[in-house]
């Protein structure tokens, strides 16, 4: 079976792609949430008064799927406390007081990997999580017994704005090649892909530099469409597979990883320095000073604003991510996490939420979608709660890109009653099951 | 840095800049080379009528609002592309209080009272020429161009079933009685393109339905090129098939379901011309359809990317 998988074409506004990333001072506190990564939040081990060090472990993995927390600077532990976090979890947040000293943990020390144990060993206690957007602990994603055919580098960036990952492909490529080393010798990696869009040229001649001509490297560019970045997207654009709902990428012999996540993995096997600090992209109408900045993380965003000379503007609207897909935050105090790629800063015009009008039936919303989904058909059925309706729609494919909202004239919220009608799905199936 | 209240919306926070406006004002203008044909062909008085269809048209979806308390959507210009449309759809010798109930029969009857526009059932400006065609007789179709004779009182429809049919030329620039809108093919063309090329419809439903009414002539009339593509420019099928046909509202959304769709409204089409009572059914093979939609929608959606096995 073949697909066209369709997308919008949204704007580029990636003007910071040839910024190198810049290291930002260290800020006067972080506050580190234990829930960075999807899974179960960590487990604080320190207590309020405890002095850490950069790279000390603060909170430990809690469980299967879950990432271990380290500290970002030097310090003293202010404050732990329960807080409510971006992706609506409560978990405990670690408060650290500078002591403006940035001295590194005695127990950073380079990794032994001699085998497949030893790398997943290592990647496990490096906290590395998917840098990319979701979160997802990486070791999991290796510590497979099935086959990889293809470990699907993404650097793919599509969304507006955002070119950490393109700086972080030119800046670190030699820890890319060398994490890509690593796997392929221990993990038994049949074919390595390293898929980028069309836009931007200086990440794929550095990758095609560094790694072109090789034996079982296939370095892929592809058109710029968003969301080509979309994991299932970027696997049917790379090997015309399918990964059907309920499936991993595993489970068609794939592993998909952001390149910034694969350079983070050549910076810990080369130096045991476990995710402390990352590369984020500070962009948006009202930025001064846009840049890439590489941040501890837990720095609140509003050091990191002031780092790139403050706003223009009294800012209305800050988002942790892309304009696609970010998430807004109520507060400026609000920390970078492990997969922040990028913060925006809008006025009040940028912020503004155009007015729903009455749905034309243009069906725009249904042609923008890469899976098909007929949001029309999920609106209607969500309104009599029909499940045979619901599950016509696909609705259930739903992973909230936003084209359908981007492409909508009548500017209706379109994903969030997606949204809505994916719960209302998986309820009434619930239910269904239980009678 | 002290924290100001922030705005909290749902992603995505960018939009495209297509609104429900631009799109109309797309179809407004796409229109305007048939408006300007159908002044030239049949005389100012066309402007006068197609002035009075867009004015009441507006005006009725205002009051409406007005009464039933809904918050006022005339600048959707939704109102003014059906007034457009219906206007196009006349004769330029319509007296204008035909014209206006026709264009209040449109808004309120076929549009406002289902739920406002995106919840009419079938196409207001057809549903409006349809019902001026029997509630006025034959007052909605006669009409004939200021530059020819009064031969052209019959429309070439009827011409052609009385085998004294225009030149393929004058049918083509427009040169023959009808509506004022429906009868420059050219002017209907250009329009077709500009909405195309603008994204805003598709080929799929103006390209099957012509091609159909073309090809059915093309056997009915026993293979005569000429006779077919006299057919074919004849009567409201351009106007039809690129304006009305394509109606978001009442029209499928994916390439399949478009092609089944104007391949019916074709096929009824020709139906009627050549077995029917009346002379044209462009109006009622879209009628038609549009009533059928929902059915052609449903089993035409867009196969699902890595969806449940059924």
Redesign the interface.
Known sequence: ?S?Y?KG?H??HLKRTSNLSAVKMTAPKYVSIPTSMHIGAPATPIVKVGDNVKVGTLIAEQNGYISSPVYSSISGTVTDISDMLLSNGKTAPIIKIESDGEMSIDESVSVPVVNNKEDVIEALKKSGIVGLGGAGFPTYVKFATDKPINELIINGAECE?YITSDTVTMVDRIDDIVYAIDILVKYIGIEKVIFAIEKNKPNAINTVKKALGGRKNIEIKVLPTLYPQGAE?VII?HTTKK??????LPIDVGCVVSNSSTIAEIGKYLKTGMPLIERCVTVDGNIVKDPKNVIAPIGTPL?EV??FCG??TD??????YGG???????????VPVLKNTNAVLA?SRNE????KA????????C??AC?????PI?AAKALKTEDLAGL??S?I??CM?C?CC???????R?I??NN?IAKETLLKLRAKEAKA | ?A??R???????????K???A??MLDVTISLLPATIAGCIIFGMRSLAVVAVCILASVASEYIFNLIVKKDQ?IG?L?AVVTGLLLGLNLAANIPFWQAAIGSAFAIIIVKCIFG????NVVNPAITARVFMLIAFGAMAKVAFPISVDAVSSATPLELIKNDATPSLVDLFLGKKGGAIGETCTLALIIGGIYLIARRVITWHIPVTMIATVFIFSFIIEDFSFISALSWTMSGGLFIGAIFMATD??TSP?TPLGKIIFAFGAGFITVIIRFYGTYPEGVSFAILLMNIVNPYIETLT?????????K
């Open positions: 079976m697909f998988l919008v949204v704007p507006p299932k049917y399918v990964v059907k709902i309920g499936e509003e604003f002031e403050g706003f009294e800012p209305k609207k800050v988002l304009p696609m897909m970010g998430i807004a935050v109520p507060y400026l105090t809008f912020a503004k939420v155009p009008t009455a749905c034309i039936k243009c069906n725009a249904a042609n890469p899976f098909g989904i007929n058909v599950e016509k696909g259930e494919l909230s936003g909202s981007f492409a909508c004239p009548a500017k919220p994903v969030q949204k | 840095m924290a100001s922030m705005y909290l919306s749902i992603s995505p926070h960018i939009k495209s297509i609104t429900t631009s799109i959507t959707d939704s406002g526009l995106g919840c978001y509202v959304s959606q867009r196969k699902l990317f890595g969806g449940r096995e």
